[in-house]
């Protein structure tokens, strides 16, 4: 069994999120379909932030961030700062790049965050990037310099007006 909420920081629900099927029940091995929808129509411009908090059968819960970027002039932001974004090779066991384009200079954030939610490693902080093509390389350590567990991890890469993430899978 497990159940789905969604809070923001101070642990309230936000409206502009919605969950379509918020409890279900899985075997060990199976999986779900949980499909969520983002809901701008009565929001300001701006960035949003919220975890969707999953609960097992024995209460452990598992934190998944979400973010949400509304501009007014044009409804939800595309993707128009950053494009071409992946992660090679995914999976991987030993290192992966993170690969994308910059449409125009910008300075830009590089993290990495556990399937809890947890950032474990901060790749770039605040550094000015030129247009063009870039290759972030992560060697599947903290920043303490500890190689993390096997497990499913998710990069992030942002700046003020914009977050782009993207999956990565990480195995021994």
């Given at each position: 069994?497990?159940?789905?909420i969604?809070?923001?920081s101070?642990?309230n629900?936000?409206?502009?999120?919605?969950?379509?099927?918020?409890?279900?029940g899985?075997?060990?091995?199976?999986?779900?379909?949980?499909?969520?929808?983002?809901?701008?129509?009565?929001?300001q411009?701006?960035?949003?932030?919220?975890?969707?908090?999953i609960?097992?059968h024995?209460?452990?819960?598992?934190?998944?961030?979400?973010?949400f970027y509304?501009d007014l002039t044009?409804?939800?932001?595309?993707n128009?700062l950053i494009?071409?974004?992946?992660?090679?090779?995914n999976?991987?066991?030993?290192?992966?790049?993170?690969?994308?384009?910059?449409e125009?200079?910008t300075?830009?954030?590089?993290?990495?965050?556990?399937s809890?939610?947890?950032?474990?490693?901060s790749?770039?902080?605040?550094?000015s990037?030129?247009?063009?093509?870039h290759?972030?390389?992560?060697d599947?350590?903290n920043d303490?310099g500890?190689?993390v567990k096997?497990?499913?991890y998710?990069?992030?890469i942002f700046?003020?007006?914009?977050?782009?993430?993207?999956?990565?899978?990480?195995?021994?």
């Amino acid at each position: 069994m497990y159940s789905l909420i969604d809070a923001d920081s101070a642990g309230n629900q936000v409206d502009w999120l919605i969950i379509d099927n918020q409890n279900g029940g899985l075997n060990p091995g199976d999986g779900d379909e949980i499909i969520i929808y983002f809901n701008g129509s009565e929001l300001q411009t701006g960035l949003y932030e919220a975890d969707i908090i999953i609960t097992d059968h024995i209460n452990n819960e598992y934190i998944v961030p979400v973010w949400f970027y509304v501009d007014l002039t044009i409804g939800i932001v595309e993707n128009s700062l950053i494009s071409g974004m992946r992660s090679i090779p995914n999976p991987f066991s030993e290192n992966t790049v993170i690969q994308f384009i910059l449409e125009k200079d910008t300075p830009v954030n590089i993290d990495i965050f556990n399937s809890r939610g947890e950032k474990v490693r901060s790749l770039v902080e605040s550094k000015s990037m030129q247009a063009g093509t870039h290759r972030i390389k992560w060697d599947a350590t903290n920043d303490e310099g500890n190689r993390v567990k096997s497990g499913i991890y998710y990069y992030r890469i942002f700046n003020q007006e914009i977050i782009y993430s993207g999956k990565m899978i990480l195995f021994d």
